[in-house]
T-cell receptor
């Protein structure tokens, strides 16, 4: 079983739509969680950390559900520039390793 | 603000040639990582160095060696390149243990082996 699993998509949404991605992780002892954004042929860039109480950054909201072992990312009022692949990342219990999902591709259409 | 710097950005090798990919970070991070990314496969960890003086294998270490030269630098070596090692290689760094800090990535090395 993979450490981190994501729906690869693609999610095709119109501008202005709200879209949500989920990601499940297998190790209940995982300590920290992140969402990264990766544009085509570029390096992954940190979008936001995910905190236990949930957190928001502008149009982006991240949530953690430890009981069900998943994290989510909600994007409101989608922009064309949000088109990218979104990677779910989980840090191991000893913080030495990061486990990446394969990514969810988002296409925002005019 | 250089962050994580990788060299070279592009390289073409012939099968059997060797080369070293260089990575340096200026954020005083303790941990450094090498990943490869292939289409549809996501990021796979090759080797990592939790702190200066230590290195450990990741998910796909075969065919690679690493050196943590000092706190700033972590190099990846291909001793005898094979076409299966054609990939995009990313170096990353992070704070060590307990800090709950994310990784920061270099902009990658695109390697083709003919």
């Amino acid at each position: 079983r993979k450490e981190v699993e994501q729906d690869p998509g693609p999610f095709n949404v119109p501008e202005g739509a709200t879209v949500a991605f989920n990601c499940t992780y297998s190790n209940s002892a995982s300590q920290s969680f992140f969402w990264y954004r990766q544009d085509c042929r570029k390096e992954p860039k940190l979008l936001m950390s995910v905190y236990s109480s949930g957190n928001e950054d502008g149009r982006f909201t991240a949530q953690l559900n430890r009981a069900s072992q998943y994290i989510s990312l909600l994007i409101r009022d989608s922009k064309l520039s949000d088109s990218a692949t979104y990677l779910c990342v989980v840090n191991s219990y000893n913080f030495n390793k990061f486990y990446f999902g394969s990514g969810t591709k988002l296409n925002v259409k005019p | 603000n250089a962050g994580v710097t990788q060299t070279p950005k592009f390289q073409v090798l012939k099968t059997g040639q060797s080369m070293t990919l260089q990575c340096a970070q200026d954020m005083n991070h303790n941990s450094m990582y090498w990943y490869r990314q292939d289409p549809g496969m996501g990021l796979r960890l090759i080797y990592y160095s939790a702190s200066e003086g230590t290195t450990d294998k990741g998910e796909v270490p075969n065919g690679y060696n690493v050196s943590r030269l000092n706190k700033r630098e972590f190099s990846l070596r291909l001793e005898s390149a094979a076409p299966s090692q054609t990939s995009v290689y990313f170096c990353a760094s992070s704070e060590y243990g307990g800090s709950n800090q994310p990784q920061h990535f270099g902009d990658g090395t695109r390697l083709s082996i003919l």
